[in-house]
C-alpha cells in the first residue's frame, strides 16, 4: 500500500509539474501572439508612412512639373510683350515720319 501511495505522489507531482510547464507555455504563445500583433502594427503604420511619403514625392512632382509649365508661360508672355512693345514703338516711329513729312 505504501508503495502505491508513493506512486500515486509521484504521478501527481508529475501532474503538477506538467499543468505548471503548460501553463508557462501558454503564457509564451500569449507573449508571442502579443509581439506579432505589436509587429503587425508597426509594418502597417510602415506601409501608411511609405504610401504617405510616395504621394508626397508624386505631390512634389506635380508640382515641379506646374512650375515649370508656369516658367514657361511666363516666359511665352514677356515674349509677347516684347514683341508688342516693339511694334507699338514702329508703329511711333512711323507716325512721327508721317507726321514730319505732313509737317
Known amino acids: ?29 500569449c507573449q508571442l501572439a502579443e509581439t506579432a500583433r505589436q509587429l ?6 510602415l506601409a501608411d508612412s511609405e504610401r504617405q511619403l510616395a504621394e508626397s514625392e508624386q505631390a512634389r512632382v506635380r508640382a515641379e512639373g506646374a512650375a515649370a509649365e508656369a ?11 516684347r514683341l ?6 514702329q508703329e511711333e516711329v512711323e507716325f512721327e515720319h508721317k ?3 505732313l509737317a
Open 1 to 29: 500500500g505504501r508503495q502505491v501511495a508513493e506512486t500515486t505522489r509521484q504521478l501527481v507531482d508529475t501532474e503538477g509539474h506538467v499543468s505548471e510547464r503548460t501553463r508557462q507555455l501558454a503564457d509564451k504563445q
Open 84 to 89: 508688342l512693345k516693339a511694334a507699338m514703338k
Open 71 to 81: 516658367r514657361v508661360q511666363k516666359e511665352a508672355a514677356e515674349e509677347e510683350c
Open 40 to 45: 503587425a502594427e508597426s509594418e502597417r503604420q
Open 99 to 101: 507726321f514730319f513729312l
